[in-house]
RNA sequence: GAGGGCGUAGCUCAGUAGGUUAGAGCGACAGUUUGUGGAUCUGUAGGUCGUGGGUUCGAGACCCAUCGUUCUCCCCA
């Protein structure tokens, strides 16, 4: 038998770990709450079809397929033959897989909310906090199985929506003590800067392009440009358009000129003033950044557009969102406006823990160990224990009876502040000793005041 | 999908140009101490050097393959 050992890109969790991780999804989960948002779960897997194109060419790729059972039947030998034919040809095949493990969390709701359309409550907000899979390479802030959790409002198209979603992410990551800007763009922008470089249908290839500008610059840009057959004078407009510079109104003053008479582009803009305008008052606005070269991947989105980053850390975004006009649509039930954003919780956490920011409150263990000397001393001790968990104090007593030695150095190794012992002299007395492992200091305590006794 | 780094004891690693029986620190266990720990000292256990081939008189070291892991690019949270 070889050694055991866990699928590429995921992981165990530790106590501590998962104290820590507790604390990111709690302080998440009761903003989500305050802001009015309420709590959605979806299975695991879903049909393959739901997900598939919904991602781009690259997302397909990276689902998770969960092989069909049954593909041993010789009745159906022929079916599979004919499946995995389709699999060579680049295609996907019912016949082998059916079904594929959840990419993300807006999918999946919207498939819930077009299956559950007539009976929901517009507008819908919805907060979801579950794992995803991506058959991703696991590398630095990547993993295979990581959280999301998300909030989205559907069947609203006011902008309110998007106000107070940057509420919900600065809030959240003030709480969490971590220090964050929110990108703000706008899909409308970008779609405005094809149409003035030559139509609508260059959208994409333009907004890769320009996502990249941070990683590559400008000259790798262009040549990507040139390649994707933008002419010169185009190349430069973009060229302008990537290098405004200044605090927010600056940028948005010197865009507006650049649109020109662009309906759809200075729509855009008036959409990102809307948010900034109204976080003024809030002074939220200080932590938003208008930063036309931010993209996001997904082509759902068609409205504004968000991104986190975290101030000073090796990291990439930690949260996105964006509005998307007409996602239910995919599934048949069109014209319910929605806008969403998601947190990164593993990525939040690998920042977090690498500058510290967890508060040391938050290990929770046992409060008192209780000694164990022998059977008629335990069985007292037990009752003591019980009486003090009915108080929700957190007690347990040593299994075994052994040297003081091994059970101090448990409590010790485990951070348990307390011991009590019950010895044979404390027992004939109804006494116990009560002894602070941190302070050393020592009490004799009669059994029957031990309940009462300040730990 | 493309390209690097690394796999030696439970953990962190050393192992010099290939040369006898593969080492250290920490940890674990035991004793010093059958009811007061954290220290010191002493001792004990623990390794098919990721796996499979190859080169060589000789491989932990060199070569090939393979698996695992990690990082970068692509893409993304």
Redesign the pocket.
Known sequence: M??P???????DFNAATVQKRQFIFKTIQSVFETYGFQPLETPAMENLETLMGK??E??D??IFKILNNGLDNPQKKQQTLEGLEKLFAGKTSTALTERALRY?LTIPFARYVAMNHGSLNFPFKRYQIQP?W?A?????????E?Y?CDADVVGSESLLNEVDLVAVYLTAFQKLNLPVEVKINNRKILLALAQICGGEDKLIDLT?AI??LD??GWDKVKEELQNKKFSEAQQKIIQNYLTIEGNNTEKLKQLSILMGNNEVGLKGIEEINYVLDYHVQTGMDKHLVADFTL????NYYTGIIF??KAIEA???????GGRYNDLTSLFGVPNIAGVGI??????IYDVMEEKNLFPSTIDQTTHILFFN??EQ?TKAAYLQMMQLRDKKIACEIYPEK????????Y???KGIPN?I???????AKNEC?V????T?K?TTVSLSDLSNFEF
Do not use: C, H, W
């Open positions: 070889s050694k050992s866990l699928p590429q890109g995921t992981r991602y781009g690259e997302g790729k990276l993300d995803v991506r991703d390479r696991p590398q630095k802030g990547r993993y295979r990581f999301q890769i996502d990249k990683k590559i993209a996001r991947g997904l991104e986190v090796e990291m990439g975004s930690i949260g996105g998601s947190f990164g919780v593993d990525r000397l022998g001393e052994s040297k003081f030695d091994k059970q101090f150095k409590a010790e190794k011991v012992i019950i010895g044979t002299e404390e027992l000793t002894k602070n492992i941190i050393g020592q």
